[in-house]
């Protein structure tokens, strides 16, 4: 495989007190500020500037979340289209999900946010600085993903945790098992957080597995949450559980969920029902109902996901 390509130039950066800020080096123009309350735009030496011209900060803009796709466009393969004039914006703490058959698009737009694939056209910003600005380790650090496949490593139950922030400590490790609905079942196990993980978790059941990898995300404790399809495979008692766990997690975090079960995102701040790289519909649970559209028909059973 051929190593990717990184050319972007804003880091993240601590700032004190546990905040974080994207720093931009001197001289970058990196996006359009104007959805920020106090920053208007990036001025022509890279620093944040207010709409009088006024410099507000040297090079730093808060992480806060702010995710959106400006007329998008992409191909896997030239000439054949997977997103289509794609637009839509995630505020800080809002929760997006998207909804549609397989091959819609779904995990593609995630797949962009992490800049695994570059955009044809268009642009994706994030807290107003375009994606492709930004470096990749540290635009991919500050997303946590948990996916319907869940991979553990060799070492023991709170090592794998720990993988989320390679220098939590135990208290920290154990507190990202309570918010994710997992400290009681591993205090259950024969040695508890030291027992060891084998064969990628063989030992341990489906729900098992995916409690964990909500808990190494919630010890990251990352401003900005991918969950696709993360409880497709679980049966509905376990899912209950996990739907607990990520709900904690979800709580003041920017959220793109992906679900093939309706009853996981009735709560959501905005669903988009994709079509062939499309959004066709958009608005809550009760806004799409009222639609008596494509939602409506697969909420009543008219239609199914496939």
């Given at each position: 495989?051929?190593?990717?390509?990184?050319?972007?130039?804003?880091?993240?950066?601590?700032?004190?007190?546990?905040?974080?800020?994207?720093?931009?080096?001197?001289?970058?123009?990196?996006?359009?500020?104007?959805?920020?309350?106090?920053?208007?735009?990036?001025?022509?030496?890279?620093?944040?500037?207010?709409?009088?011209?006024?410099?507000?900060?040297?090079?730093?803009?808060?992480?806060?979340?702010?995710?959106?796709?400006?007329?998008?466009?992409?191909?896997?393969?030239?000439?054949?289209?997977?997103?289509?004039?794609?637009?839509?914006?995630?505020?800080?703490?809002?929760?997006?999900?998207?909804?549609?058959?397989?091959?819609?698009?779904?995990?593609?737009?995630?797949?962009?946010?992490?800049?695994?694939?570059?955009?044809?056209?268009?642009?994706?910003t994030y807290d107003g600085i375009d994606v492709k600005h930004i470096a990749k380790a540290s635009l991919r650090g500050s997303l946590g993903i948990v996916l319907q496949d869940t991979h553990l490593f060799?070492?023991?139950?709170?090592?794998?945790?720990?993988?989320?922030k390679l220098d939590a400590t135990d208290e920290e490790v154990r507190a990202a098992a309570e918010a994710a609905c997992a400290d009681s079942f591993i205090r259950r196990?024969?040695?508890?957080?030291?027992?060891?993980?084998?064969?990628?978790?063989?030992?341990?059941?489906?729900?098992?597995?995916?409690?964990?990898?909500?808990?190494?995300?919630?010890?990251?404790?990352?401003?900005?949450?991918?969950?696709?399809?993360?409880?497709?495979?679980?049966?509905?008692?376990?899912?209950?559980?996990?739907?607990?766990?990520?709900?904690?997690?979800?709580?003041?975090?920017?959220?793109?969920?992906?679900?093939?079960?309706?009853?996981?995102?009735?709560?959501?701040?905005?669903?988009?029902?994709?079509?062939?790289?499309?959004?066709?519909?958009?608005?809550?649970?009760?806004?799409?109902?009222?639609?008596?559209?494509?939602?409506?028909?697969?909420?009543?059973?008219?239609?199914?996901?496939?």
């Amino acid at each position: 495989l051929k190593p990717e390509v990184d050319e972007g130039c804003v880091e993240l950066v601590q700032t004190g007190d546990a905040a974080w800020a994207w720093k931009i080096p001197e001289g970058q123009g990196v996006g359009t500020y104007g959805h920020l309350h106090d920053v208007a735009a990036v001025g022509e030496s890279g620093r944040a500037v207010a709409a009088d011209g006024t410099e507000l900060v040297t090079g730093l803009v808060p992480l806060a979340g702010d995710v959106r796709f400006h007329a998008v466009d992409f191909s896997y393969v030239p000439g054949t289209r997977v997103l289509t004039d794609l637009n839509l914006f995630a505020k800080p703490g809002q929760k997006i999900a998207f909804v549609g058959s397989t091959g819609a698009g779904k995990t593609t737009i995630t797949n962009l946010i992490n800049r695994f694939y570059e955009v044809d056209d268009g642009e994706i910003t994030y807290d107003g600085i375009d994606v492709k600005h930004i470096a990749k380790a540290s635009l991919r650090g500050s997303l946590g993903i948990v996916l319907q496949d869940t991979h553990l490593f060799s070492g023991t139950i709170a090592q794998n945790i720990r993988f989320g922030k390679l220098d939590a400590t135990d208290e920290e490790v154990r507190a990202a098992a309570e918010a994710a609905c997992a400290d009681s079942f591993i205090r259950r196990l024969p040695q508890g957080y030291d027992t060891p993980v084998t064969a990628d978790g063989a030992n341990l059941s489906q729900g098992q597995r995916q409690l964990l990898a909500i808990a190494r995300v919630a010890v990251a404790d990352p401003p900005v949450l991918i969950l696709d399809e993360a409880t497709s495979s679980i049966d509905t008692r376990t899912e209950k559980l996990i739907e607990r766990g990520m709900d904690r997690i979800m709580r003041g975090r920017t959220t793109f969920m992906i679900a093939h079960r309706l009853s996981t995102v009735r709560d959501a701040d905005a669903i988009m029902v994709l079509e062939h790289g499309r959004i066709i519909e958009r608005g809550t649970h009760e806004e799409l109902l009222a639609q008596r559209g494509e939602y409506w028909q697969l909420a009543h059973g008219l239609k199914e996901l496939d």
